[in-house]
Nanobody
Framework: VQLQASGGGLVQTGGSLRLSCAAS????????MGWFRQAPGQDREFVAA????????RYADSVKGRFTVSRDNAKNTVYLQMNSLKPEDTAIYYC?????????????????WGQGTQVTVSS
């Protein structure tokens, strides 16, 4: 299993970024995908997840209404569109492949992780 996240960068408060995660080595459409983030000195936290079919999504309260998770099963890619970014969104963002097709949010329900991409939001 390989997960390659990209799209991070430096953006001003209120700006937008779109993260991508290209997956390979497994039947992509059969598994939920998730995004997590980790800021310096903090635990990794759940951001968003999407079911294998793409029908069901789930978000952390802190990003609800600002972030949108989506997937293209034909391209084996999951996306995280991040709008209205805030300085507190600054973190390394990781994509992960779930153990099941249904949406989950606990880190222990994901068994493959990408390398992370840095998102920095300046005030």
């Amino acid at each position: 299993v390989q997960l390659q996240a990209s799209g991070g960068g430096l953006v001003q408060t209120g700006g937008s970024l779109r993260l991508s995660c290209a997956a390979s080595g497994f039947t992509f459409s059969s598994y939920a995908m998730g995004w997590f983030r980790q800021a310096p000195g903090q635990d990794r936290e759940f951001v968003a997840a999407i079911s294998g079919s793409g029908i069901t999504t789930r978000y952390a309260d802190s990003v609800k209404g600002r972030f949108t998770v989506s997937r293209d099963n034909a391209k084996n890619t999951v996306y995280l569109q991040m709008n209205s970014l805030k300085p507190e969104d600054t973190a390394i963002y990781y994509c992960a492949a779930g153990r099941f097709s249904t949406v989950v949010r606990a880190p222990t329900d994901f068994d493959s992780w990408g390398q992370g991409t840095q998102v920095t939001v300046s005030s």
